[in-house]
């Protein structure tokens, strides 16, 4: 069977459906990443907003209020509050940490109270650097970038974004803290590692594009029976207008296989006859115009 009356028909057909495959493809993996990935993200942000909330209902703001200075470090009312964050910290691997902030007479200013952190060489280099050391109580906080944790002094918030601080970047819940007279005197903050959120969106990309490349090898394979299917019809005009383009005007092509195939053939085989007969018709009236010449 010669190529050229086969593969035209069938490459089109192939590649014209893989295009098509791999853009739908490429559609439906980018839809479903920012749907998933949005959807990690909000839920990233309802668990801290249920931590923040459920951890500040339970602390007794009589206490808290009495840790004021570095010196109130070493109460027993900080080791009693300390353990308590530290406790919350634990349940949930995502912490990394877990405080409180008092509000100052600066609206765009606070100052920490407590801190479930840990001053720790965490990356083991033999040097503590600034995002090593756990905030101190009073050590001042800037919040003037930051509006959802001033939101979080009237309601439980949460970051709309990524934030960023000496010590990372994070994604971080917040709920306000109120003392015996109904005032808002702080608030409590829970911070997840931004990297731990880009972790599971990359591990979420590597799964849906290992899906999509799944699908494609099964779709390529399908998209080549198919186009070989579509073709068969061109493949099997082909062979025959190949041997009558030989001069084998006597060749006809089998009538069998589905209807499909069945029609072709005999469309080709009616063409063939007539074809046949009329090139005899015509070397037939050839030589008798020769024949009539020659006895003149």
């Known amino acids: 069977?010669?190529?050229?009356?086969?593969?035209?028909?069938?490459?089109?057909?192939?590649?014209?459906?893989?295009?098509?495959?791999?853009?739908?493809?490429?559609?439906?993996?980018?839809?479903?990443?920012?749907?998933?990935s949005n959807m990690v993200f909000r839920d990233a942000q309802n668990e801290l907003k249920n931590?923040?909330?459920?951890?500040?209902?339970?602390?007794?703001?009589?206490?808290?209020?009495?840790?004021?200075?570095?010196?109130?470090?070493?109460?027993?009312?900080?080791?009693?509050?300390?353990?308590?964050?530290?406790?919350?910290?634990?349940?949930?691997?995502?912490?990394?940490?877990?405080?409180?902030?008092?509000?100052?007479?600066?609206?765009?200013?606070?100052?920490?109270?407590l801190s479930a952190?840990?001053?720790?060489?965490?990356?083991?280099?033999?040097?503590?650097?600034?995002?090593e050391i756990k905030p101190a109580v009073g050590e001042a906080y800037d919040i003037a970038d930051l509006p959802a944790l001033k939101n979080g002094l009237e309601q439980t918030s949460v970051d709309a974004e990524i934030t960023f601080d000496k010590w990372g970047a994070w994604l971080s819940g917040y709920a306000p803290l109120i003392d015996s007279q109904g005032k808002t005197v702080g608030l409590i903050g829970v911070d997840f590692p931004a990297e731990n959120i880009t972790q599971e969106r990359r591990e979420l990309g590597r799964i849906i594009f290992l899906s999509l490349v799944g699908i494609n090898?099964?779709?390529?394979?399908?998209?080549?029976?198919?186009?070989?299917?579509?073709?068969?019809?061109?493949?099997?005009?082909?062979?025959?207008?190949?041997?009558?383009?030989?001069?084998?005007?006597?060749?006809?092509?089998?009538?069998?296989g589905k209807s499909e195939i069945k029609y072709f053939t005999h469309l080709f085989n009616k063409m063939a006859d007539?074809?046949?007969?009329?090139?005899?018709?015509?070397?037939?009236?050839?030589?008798?115009?020769?024949?009539?010449q020659d006895i003149k």
């Open 117 to 131: 952190m840990d001053t720790a060489d965490y990356d083991k280099d033999g040097v503590l650097e600034e995002n």
């Open 217 to 256: 090898i099964v779709m390529v394979l399908l998209i080549y029976s198919l186009s070989r299917y579509l073709s068969g019809p061109f493949r099997i005009l082909g062979e025959g207008m190949q041997r009558v383009a030989r001069g084998d005007l006597s060749y006809r092509l089998p009538e069998r």
């Open 274 to 292: 007539t074809f046949s007969r009329t090139r005899h018709d015509e070397l037939h009236r050839h030589f008798s115009e020769k024949d009539s």
């Open 51 to 113: 931590i923040a909330y459920r951890t500040a209902a339970f602390i007794p703001m009589d206490m808290h209020e009495t840790i004021i200075t570095t010196d109130d470090d070493k109460t027993e009312n900080y080791r009693i509050l300390s353990l308590y964050l530290k406790s919350v910290r634990a349940g949930n691997s995502l912490i990394d940490d877990i405080y409180t902030l008092r509000t100052t007479n600066q609206p765009d200013r606070m100052t920490f109270v």
């Open 1 to 36: 069977m010669s190529s050229e009356y086969f593969f035209p028909y069938q490459k089109r057909i192939f590649w014209l459906q893989i295009f098509i495959s791999l853009t739908l493809s490429a559609i439906i993996g980018v839809g479903a990443y920012v749907f998933y």
